[in-house]
Structures are given as structure tokens and as C-alpha cells.
């Protein structure tokens, strides 16, 4: 079974569109995490939630919003997409904040 | 801003030979972790030293870390062609916190 589970795996899409990344984890974690990943590997949290509430925003876009339906899903969703979005982007989860994370297969989103 | 930064950034040995990373960070930490990235996937957690344990041991890998330093070792034992992979040290201060990675190559 798929600890955590990202939909979709590829994303192609035009300059400008909204589209959103869905993740959802089943190993009863309280913590969930967005990164992105840019083309020279580098790796860069953007969100935290705990208990579905937001711990960490880095310097993200106000494009990119979470939203935290329940404690096992943490979607993420961005407006008006741009070039420099070209990434994978990579949800987590953890039992405890910044214990050892578990990472989901990766969203290659591609903007165009 | 980066923490963690990996040492070196490429790698390629044979079948068989020990490989040994580096990671060197700036900050005070409460833990630290590595992860291994094979091509196209996510991260998969490897193992997490704190900061008050100087070595640690799972299987083929042994991690050191030295807080005086700010300085932490993975070391591969008899490495295998299944190691190919990039290998990442994270840092846990504040958040956890990535450097660039270390690009594994073992030939066969």
C-alpha cells in the first residue's frame, strides 16, 4: 500500500492556468509538508501543516495556497502559473515535526 | 537559507568499494538526517543522528557527526550497483533543511 500518494505525477500546462496538486497519506501522521525540487536537485520546503493547521510559509508566491481538508490530505493548489513554477514538487508526511519524513513519488509540473 | 552542503557533489566508484559523503552546515542543529534520492523518485530516509550521538549504524551505513565541527560523514560499506542514487543531509534547527545532494554513481 502507498504510504503517500500524489496526484498527478506529470502536469504539463500554459503559462497562466490555475491547476493543483493533491496529496494524501495513510501512516496516521499528524505532519504534512510541501517542497520543490528545481532542476539542480535543490530542495526547499514551502509549507508545514500540523493537525491540518499551518506551522511553516516560507517565502512562497501568495499564487501558491494548501489547504488541509482533514490531517491525512494536504492539496496544493496554484494560480496564474509562471515559468520559474517548472519544478517537482514533493509532499511529506512525519509523525512528529521534522522527525524522519516520508516523501511522495513527486509531481513534475511543467509550465509552458 | 541553505544549511547543509554536501560534500562531494559527484561520485563514482566500483562494485564493491566503500563511499564516504560529506555534509557540513553552519548552525547549531537538534538533529540530522540523510536521505536517498534515486532518479525520478521521492526522498527516502535513511537515518537521523541527533545532536547529542556522535555515530550511528543501519546495515551498510555508518553516519558520524561532529557538533565541533558542524561536520557529518555517511559512509556506504561494499557498495552495491542498487546504490546509485543522490544522497542528501538534512539539518533540523528551526526546519529541516536540504543541501544540494551527493550524486552516487557505482558501476558494476
Known amino acids: 500500500d502507498t504510504a503517500v500518494s500524489q496526484t498527478p505525477k506529470y502536469l504539463v500546462t500554459q503559462m497562466g492556468n490555475d491547476k493543483s496538486i493533491k496529496c494524501e497519506q495513510n501512516?496516521?501522521?499528524?505532519?504534512m509538508y510541501w517542497y520543490k525540487q528545481d532542476s539542480k536537485k535543490f530542495l526547499k520546503i514551502m509549507f508545514s501543516?500540523?493537525?491540518?493547521?499551518?506551522?511553516i510559509n516560507e517565502t512562497v508566491p501568495n499564487r501558491f495556497s494548501p489547504k488541509s481538508p482533514d490531517k491525512a490530505h494536504l492539496n496544493l493548489h496554484i494560480n496564474s502559473l509562471e515559468l520559474g513554477d517548472s519544478a517537482v514538487y514533493f509532499c511529506a508526511s512525519s509523525l512528529a515535526n521534522y522527525n524522519e519524513q516520508f516523501f511522495g513519488p513527486g509531481t513534475r509540473l511543467t509550465v509552458l | 537559507s541553505q544549511q547543509g552542503e554536501e560534500d562531494p557533489q559527484a561520485l563514482s566508484i566500483q562494485e564493491g568499494e566503500n563511499a564516504t559523503m560529506n555534509c557540513s552546515y553552519k548552525?547549531?542543529?537538534?538533529?540530522l538526517q540523510w536521505y536517498r534520492q534515486n532518479s525520478g523518485r521521492g526522498l527516502v530516509h535513511l537515518i537521523l543522528?541527533?545532536?547529542?550521538?556522535r555515530e550511528k549504524h543501519s546495515g551498510r551505513l555508518r553516519v558520524t557527526l561532529d557538533t565541533s565541527k558542524k561536520s557529518s560523514s555517511l559512509l556506504i560499506t561494499a557498495s552495491r550497483a542498487a546504490d546509485t542514487a543522490s544522497y542528501f543531509c538534512a539539518t533540523l534547527s528551526e526546519k529541516l533543511v536540504f543541501g544540494k545532494g551527493t550524486k552516487l554513481t557505482v558501476n558494476p
Open positions: 501512516l496516521g501522521h499528524d505532519t
Open positions: 501543516y500540523n493537525n491540518k493547521e499551518l506551522i
Open positions: 543522528i541527533r545532536s547529542n550521538e
Open positions: 548552525t547549531s542543529i537538534n538533529n
